[in-house]
């Protein structure tokens, strides 16, 4: 048989490499540009104290940034799982090896976990660089996406003069600093402002809505095909997962110290 030359080869090679269809993103996800983005309903685990069991067989974890190395989200990877990076992006932790660098003036009330301060949120100067070093770490670990806790110090008692305003523009700087590094970020409980931010994130996690009576405000990330990643603490599973199931919610039981037990709806 007469072999095609070498130019005639290469455009078979191009033909067929245009005709092969790519790989799809699944049910659970899309992509948008570089960023992964969880869609409505997605099962996952949120584990941040404990030995972490990455036996749970769901398609996303949430994990603590600081406590597990590169090689624990390359072996959950490996295991086709997304991963999204745990982090407290408004309050002060002092057990945190970044602790001596934020200065003393930008160090609030405490937030009710021992060891924690609320953080003066409108001092971007001073506390953009260190955000930046953190989601840095995140990415540089290979997180999918990043959780940033303690985004809603304008509505508690944080020993500043916080306002809406305020907190709009943080959360609006965290999260352009995790889309610049190719990371997904997802909106923590604050539900007042979900109207005005929730084109500036790309998924949702939320705590006790069930319990207050709130799910209902987390309908914008549904509509616009984001997940809204909720917990509830206190009530029984039969008492929310009714309408997380109608919400499209990605609902679960877990217990205040978020170890590794769950119960999903």
Sequence with gaps: MKRPTPLVALLLLLLLAGCTAPTAPTEDEVQTGARWQPRPGVAWQWQLSGRLDTSVDVPVYDIDGFDHPKATV???????????????????????????????????RGNGWKGERWLDIRRTDLLEPLM????????????????????????????????AADQLRYNRLIAGLAHE??????????????PR????????VDEQCAQHGECGRLKPFIAGGKAVLHVEYELPTGRFCPEARRLKLSSMLKKYELGAWRRPC
């Excluded at 953190?134 to 020993?159: H, S």
């Excluded at 590094?181 to 409980?189: F, P, W």
């Excluded at 931010?197 to 949702?204: E, I, S």
């Design 74 to 108: 390359s072996a959950l990877h490996h295991k086709g799982r997304k991963v999204i990076c745990y982090l407290s992006t408004g309050a002060w932790e002092d057990f945190r090896p970044d602790a001596r660098k934020f200065p003393k003036s930008v160090l609030g």
């Design 132 to 163: 930046a070093d953190r989601l840095d770490m995140c990415r540089e670990k290979g997180f999918d996406a990043v959780e940033p806790d303690n985004m809603d110090g304008y509505r508690n008692d944080t020993g500043f003069p916080l306002k």
């Design 181 to 194: 590094r190719g990371l997904a970020v997802g909106l923590k409980n604050d539900l007042d402002q979900i």
């Design 197 to 204: 931010l929730v084109g500036d994130f790309d998924f949702a």
